[in-house]
Each structure stands twice: as structure tokens, then as C-alpha cells.
């Protein structure tokens, strides 16, 4: 059977953007499925090096072609270029991309990265995957007529936001049935880290994505926004704190202050590249600590990130802020939770004082929720395949 992946890998060559996308692809292919990647997403591409968007996409097929031929994907990928409509990689004409939607069983639009247009709408089976709870579906109940026809165009909607529909969850359902998802790991990617790491807690994030949202009189807004609550924390515990944090639209990151407030900053352009020095980053890594955004938080989404999984996955203990998801996984053990500043002290002091316990105890975590076959598998199930 044929599963076709949609994403942004292309679109974000970045090494945390890359694993996203490629572990579903990988995960499909251990459950025996002939599984592709497929990008379009109908905007034009973006140069990392050059920092603009332009109608060449060289750079984002050049890095395409690499990544998908390191983990033996060269013949199962496809990327359309915006501006000319042009195909490139596996298959570089319109019949034969029509073809292989026509046959294939199952289209997974990760993150909506797909614009769907007729050649993937032939797909008999569409999944709609949203890893940006609260956001997504505000931008559905804000949005345009045409926006909202394409998303309800998929026969099934997931989401990361696991407590979407509950009371205490203040995310419209938009009047779509949303069911629950997770970021499946491929644990042959991420293996038990044994040897030791450095004396530093680390996360990955942006300042800011995108601007605020505004839903109902709320404003929903971003990364920056719950770090400030934070901001204090290196003053109230002895661990090293090192952040590999991007500026954010705008490059409105305060800079100065974090690192009066005793912060070690790291531009991750610069020093995480690409997925292989990404994934060494985390291992290298004692533990994550980190915040959510605040939409996600304020809105009781049940989102949980997928860069703590890998974590997880390596056997690094994860501390990162509550924003419902302990409803759904358990908390203490590799994997602490936080709602204000005293908590978060007292668990990163719960990692220092016993941590080859919280070790093992984060890679079974791993183990028992994020393994890609049973993510996949349960999706698989709820999808009639």
C-alpha cells in the first residue's frame, strides 16, 4: 500500500523541520508501506543562506536531494516549485505525479503543509495533521472561505493538540472532529545515549514565528511571551542553561537581557545547520528545559513538542512546561512538567539529584508513546487502513 507524506523539509531546511517530516516518511517504510515525500505547498521557496524568498529553488532541491538520499529515499520524492509549477526529484512530470496520487492509499498532510490542488486531491484517503493547536483551528474559524474549503477537503483531521474537544480546553473545534496525535519517533534514529553528556540543559526554539492570533477578544501569542516568565530562572538554580534560540519575526529576541539574566545563547544557523549536528546537539545535552508557546499554554491545548521526544528518545530527561499534555502522559519520572518558576527549579533539581534514574525512565517514555509504529499504526487504524 501507498502512503505520500506532504511537508515543509524542503520549504525549512532546518535540522529539527527535517526530522519532523522525515520520521514519518521512515516510520511508514518499517511498517512495510511504499511511502513518499511529497512537497508542495504553493509558496515560493526560501533561501537559508541568502535569507529571501525568491523563484529559485535550487538550494531548498539541492538539500532535498541530500537528506532523502542519506536515509534511502532517493527515488521516493517530489518537489514542485511555486513560481513555474515545475516538479523535481523522482518524478519530474505532471501524468506521472497524477499516476502515483491516483494509486496511492492514503495522503498524510503534515502540519497542512499540502495546498491541496486536483493532482492530490485524487488521493482516496486524505489526512489533515495540525501541529499547531489553538493557531490552526483560530485561523480556520478567522479564515477565509477558500482556506477553510481545503482543510475540510481532507477526510480525517489530527492534531497534536490532545486535549482539543475537552471542557477545560479553550481551542474551537471549528466543527471538525479533531483526534489525537503524537510526533512518531524512529527510535533506530535516535538510540540510547551511554555516553556522558555535557553539564548543560538544553532546548531548541524560535523567540517568535509568527505574529499573535486573535480569537474571541484573546490574544494568543507566541514562544517570547512564556520565556519571560522564566526569564529569572538561571538566578535560582546552579545548572547550565543553553539555549539554541532563533530571533523571530522581526529579530525582536532581547538579546542583552537574557544574557544579563544568565543565559548562554547559541544561534542555531549557525552551530545546528543540519539534522546530524540538530540530533548530536540534544545528545550532547544533560536534559531539555523548556517553554511552549503561549497559545498552546493559555488555551490548555494538550500539545506536546516533538524535539522533547527525541529527547526522550536518547535517554535525556525532558523538564518543559505544562500545557495540559500531563493529562494524557505520565509526569515525574524523565519526564517533569511546569506551570510556574518554583516548579521548574524543582525539576531540573529532580534531574541533578537522581539522573540515571530519570535517564532510563525518559528512553521507555519514548519506548511506550512515541515509537512510529504504534503512532502510526493507531493513526493507520483510525484512517480504516
Known amino acids: ?12 531546511a532546518f535540522g529539527g523541520v527535517t526530522w519532523d517530516y522525515l520520521q ?32 529559485d529553488c535550487a538550494y531548498n532541491v539541492a538539500y532535498l536531494r541530500k537528506v532523502m538520499e542519506q536515509f534511502d529515499l532517493g527515488d521516493r520524492w517530489i518537489y514542485r516549485n511555486a513560481p513555474d509549477g515545475k516538479y523535481h526529484g523522482a518524478i519530474t512530470d505532471e501524468a506521472g505525479v497524477e499516476d502515483l496520487m491516483r494509486n496511492a492509499d492514503l495522503l498524510v498532510n503534515i502540519s497542512g503543509a499540502c ?15 495540525d501541529g499547531d493547536p489553538m493557531f490552526t483551528q483560530a485561523g480556520i474559524a478567522n479564515g477565509k472561505p477558500d482556506h477553510v474549503e481545503r482543510i475540510r477537503a481532507h477526510d480525517f483531521h489530527f492534531s497534536f493538540g490532545e486535549n482539543i474537544g475537552q471542557p477545560d480546553c479553550t481551542v474551537p473545534t471549528a466543527g471538525i472532529h479533531w483526534r489525537r496525535h503524537r510526533q512518531p519517533i524512529v527510535l533506530d534514529f535516535w538510540p540510547l545515549a551511554t555516553e556522558p553528556p555535557e553539564d548543560m540543559f538544553t532546548t531548541v526554539m ?4 509568527y505574529k499573535p492570533t486573535e480569537f474571541r477578544g484573546e490574544t494568543y501569542d507566541q514562544k517570547g511571551a512564556e520565556f519571560l ?16 534560540m532563533g530571533q523571530g519575526i522581526g529579530s525582536k529576541r532581547p538579546t542583552a537581557l537574557l544574557k544579563e539574566k544568565g543565559w548562554e545563547l547559541i544561534e542555531p544557523g549557525e552551530r545546528l545547520p543540519d539534522h546530524l549536528t540538530y540530533r548530536d546537539f540534544l545528545r550532547q545535552s544533560k536534559a531539555e528545559w523548556s517553554i511552549a508557546k503561549n497559545g498552546y499554554v493559555k488555551s490548555w491545548s494538550g500539545w506536546f513538542s516533538c ?26 519520572e524523565g519526564l517533569l512538567s511546569f506551570r510556574t518558576l518554583e516548579d521548574a527549579v524543582r525539576g531540573i533539581a529532580s534531574v541533578r539529584a537522581d ?5 532510563k525512565a525518559a528512553r521507555a517514555l519514548a519506548e511506550r508513546f512515541f515509537d512510529a509504529r504504534i503512532v502510526l499504526g493507531e493513526l493507520l487504524q483510525q484512517v480504516g487502513m
Not at 524560535?206 to 514565528?209: G, H, I, L, M, P
Not at 526569564?231 to 538554580?237: A, E
Request: one cysteine or more.
Open 1 to 12: 500500500m501507498r502512503v505520500i507524506c506532504t511537508g515543509l523539509l524542503g520549504q525549512y
Open 24 to 55: 514519518y516518511v521512515c516510520g511508514f517504510r518499517q511498517l512495510g508501506f511504499d511511502a513518499w515525500y511529497y512537497e508542495d505547498t504553493e509558496t515560493w521557496p526560501y533561501d537559508p543562506i541568502r535569507n529571501e524568498v525568491g523563484s
Open 115 to 129: 495546498w491541496l490542488r486536483p493532482v492530490t486531491r485524487r488521493v482516496r484517503r486524505k489526512a489533515f495533521l
Open 206 to 209: 524560535n523567540w517568535a514565528s
Open 229 to 244: 516568565k522564566f526569564v529569572d530562572l538561571p538566578r535560582h538554580t546552579p545548572q547550565r542553561l543553553v539555549i539554541a
Open 307 to 332: 524535539r522533547s521526544a527525541c529527547y526522550l528518545a536518547l535517554g535525556r530527561p525532558v523538564v518543559v512546561q505544562d500545557t495540559g499534555w500531563t493529562k494524557f502522559y505520565p509526569a515525574g
Open 355 to 359: 539522573y540515571e534514574r530519570h535517564r
